[in-house]
């Protein structure tokens, strides 16, 4: 990893997808987050946004996180956020939307660090798009969790092996303490 060009992109750890499943993954995030600042390393923030006939509503029936709420950033991270590049709001599972495609650019990030909800849709899109764009993915599997349950979780981290390579998952623990192979 480039840690001199690498940012940490946390996905969606809003209100609306924290529940019984996904709830024991934001202390891990917080940490992460803090570790990030301490050093200084850039951080960036994404919120979805839902919207009245959005193909969410229309292909799943799934109208929720239209508005706060639900789309605040959890309480724990709401004030981290301040401190962080501006927040990337997304109406997709992508955090390369437009707006985070310029931001990457402009900072001249090559490695993207991934934490966050849900590892199986918005993690696992924005790690795959970040693949295909040639930036480096990083996927830290104890700092991200589905609301969807554990099984839907590890079949996201599953797919992403075969997607971004299995070398690219990683743990806090490995990203955080750096030795001659991942200098983070």
């Known amino acids: 990893m480039q840690a001199e060009t690498a940012a940490l992109v946390v996905v969606d750890v809003q209100n609306g997808f924290v529940n019984e ?15 990030w600042i301490a050093v200084r390393r850039p951080v960036v923030f994404t919120r979805y946004h839902n919207y009245p006939d959005s193909p969410y509503e229309r292909f799943f029936s799934w ?5 706060s709420p639900e ?15 501006p927040v990337i709001d997304k109406t997709g599972y992508s955090f390369l939307n437009p707006q ?3 931001l990457v650019v402009k900072e001249g990030w090559t490695d993207l660090v991934f934490c966050g ?12 798009d970040a693949f295909e764009r040639g930036l480096a993915p990083w996927i830290v599997t104890d ?10 979780h590890d079949a996201g981290l599953l797919v992403a092996r075969r997607l971004i390579g299995r070398g690219q998952l990683i743990t806090s623990d490995a990203l955080l303490t750096p030795d001659q192979e991942n200098p983070c």
């Open 21 to 35: 499943h996904s709830g024991h993954v934001v202390p891990a995030v917080v940490n992460l987050v803090r570790e």
């Open 63 to 67: 109208t929720r996180l239209q508005g």
């Open 71 to 85: 789309t605040d950033l959890v309480p724990e991270l709401a004030e981290l956020a301040e401190a962080a590049h």
């Open 100 to 102: 985070g495609e310029e």
């Open 117 to 128: 909800i849900a590892t199986e849709s918005c993690v696992l899109k924005s790690a795959a």
């Open 143 to 152: 700092a991200c969790a589905s609301d969807a349950g554990p099984a839907v």
